[in-house]
């Protein structure tokens, strides 16, 4: 079956991504700029409707008309895997004005799917369509449900009727991370896989899974055939990965980002990760980036280094800010 209709073209959606991806660094990425959407960290669904704050906590963009800064669309995620509760959250979310609500079915973290979260759902497509099934009709006709899914739980036995599941319940579109739970982040991600869910669902399908680089991103389309792609950690490793991308498909030179020109960016970062925090939490989130900038920017592990030992804020914020000013 041929996709009736697919994303528009040269999409970048930036991944929703457990303690990584949160406000302060959707800020900063879509600030650099590239980014067409991003999708929240997923939002615990149990037995309980949600309160605002909570959705406040994980999206204060809510109250930008569900947007950043720099005007990216911000659409939540639900994870969970009671098919009544999820739809009453997300009719609740629909109601303070998301644009969308998607359903995580792709996390691999152990203590989501000890739980019967995220990626375990993939073992039985049957619940996967009663959820989605269960969402659609709890919410609006006009709010898009979408779903982020893996290629399966041990293998790829049913990842092509875990794909028709969601999509014949009634998800607008798919993303597609190409590895299984059991791979987690472990390369490479089979790219070759998401072509083949796209022949067999008729709705648009987002590419998913170790793209790193502007060529990498050339290739998972080529190997995909899809024109939406979703990147994770190679956005936070390459903060204007999406900015070369919109460069390159305009014709236009590259002008990577310096590591000079990312101090400015490093410090608003810790600024708003100070906000957020508490002082003893906050020292661990930009030694989490600097550890993962070390692999698009050389340069990163001596400041890491320099800041590894660290425990208060105070010295890291003078050490950003003298970078920044130096810039």
């Not at 528009?8 to 406000?23: C, F, H, K, Q, W």
């Not at 302060?24 to 669904?45: A, H, K, Q, W, Y």
Request: some cysteine.
């Amino acid at each position: 079956m041929t996709p009736q209709h697919t994303p528009s073209a040269a999409t970048v959606i930036l991944a929703p991504m457990e303690g990584l991806v949160d406000p302060p660094m959707r800020d900063i990425l879509t600030r650099i700029g590239g980014i067409d959407r991003c999708v929240s960290e997923f939002i615990r669904v149990t037995d309980t409707a949600l309160n605002l704050a909570t959705v406040e906590r994980f999206i204060p963009e809510m109250h930008r008309g569900w947007k950043t800064a720099a005007g990216v669309p911000v659409h939540p995620q639900l994870l969970g895997s009671d098919p009544h509760w999820l739809g009453v959250n997300a009719a609740q979310l629909a109601q303070w004005g998301a644009p969308a609500v998607d359903l995580n079915f792709g996390c691999p973290a152990k203590t989501v799917n000890r739980h019967g979260g995220g990626a375990s759902l993939l073992r039985e497509p049957e619940v996967l369509a009663r959820i989605v099934a269960t969402v659609r009709a709890a919410t609006p006709s006009h709010i898009p449900v979408t779903a982020k899914m893996r290629l399966g739980y041990e293998d790829t036995s049913l990842t092509l009727d875990c794909a028709q599941a969601l999509a014949e319940s009634g998800a607008a579109e798919i993303a597609v991370h190409a590895r299984t739970k059991m791979e987690g982040y472990k390369p490479p991600a089979h790219w070759e896989w998401i072509a083949r869910i796209r022949e067999a669902v008729a709705v648009p399908v987002i590419a998913n899974g170790e793209v790193w680089t502007l060529e990498d991103y050339q290739r998972i389309r080529e190997l995909s055939g899809c024109t939406a792609v979703m990147i994770g950690r190679g956005l936070i490793v390459r903060p204007d990965l999406a900015r070369q991308i919109r460069r390159f498909q305009a014709g236009a030179a590259l002008e990577p980002l310096s590591w000079e020109a990312l101090q400015p960016w490093l410090a608003e970062f810790f600024v708003q990760t100070r906000e957020r925090m508490v002082d003893r939490h906050s020292p661990g989130r930009i030694k989490q980036w600097l550890s993962l900038l070390t692999r698009g920017y050389p340069q990163a592990q001596a400041l890491f280094d320099e800041l590894r030992r660290e425990t208060h804020p105070d010295p890291i914020t003078l050490r950003l800010e003298s970078s920044a000013l130096a810039a």
